[in-house]
């Protein structure tokens, strides 16, 4: 059974930091390519970071300059490190793993800027 725990959120202060982490169990993680997408309410889910099993990344422009995406394949975690944050930035935070036609999703994690 494949199941991926996102943890890390809450409520912060725009300009503040979050940490988010996704833990996986039942899949080799080191050969997926892992993703963070969200979803605000009323809105479509978009992909925010990605960082692939060789250990690429990309991210999304309005990211740029504020997240990281980071994995420790020992400890079948990925991260994203979230920085200057906004209020734009509140959402359900989801972790995905993807290899070929395997498509796995976590629960989420509520990140919620407001001052």
């Given at each position: 059974q494949v199941e991926l725990v996102e943890s890390g959120g809450g409520?912060?202060?725009?300009g503040g930091s979050l940490r988010l982490s996704c833990t996986?169990?039942?899949i080799t993680v080191s050969i997926y390519d892992m993703h963070w997408y969200r979803q605000a309410p009323g809105k479509?889910?978009?992909l925010v970071a990605t960082v692939y099993s060789a250990g690429i990344t990309n991210y999304a422009d309005f990211v740029k300059g504020?997240?990281?995406i980071s994995r420790e394949n020992a400890k079948k975690t990925v991260y994203l490190q979230l920085n200057s944050?906004?209020?734009e930035d509140t959402a359900v935070y989801y972790c995905?793993?993807?290899l070929n036609k395997f498509n796995?999703?976590?629960q989420g994690t509520q990140v919620t800027v407001s001052s």
């Open positions: 409520l912060v202060q725009p996986a169990s039942g479509q889910r978009e504020r997240f990281i944050l906004k209020p995905n793993a993807v796995y999703w976590g």
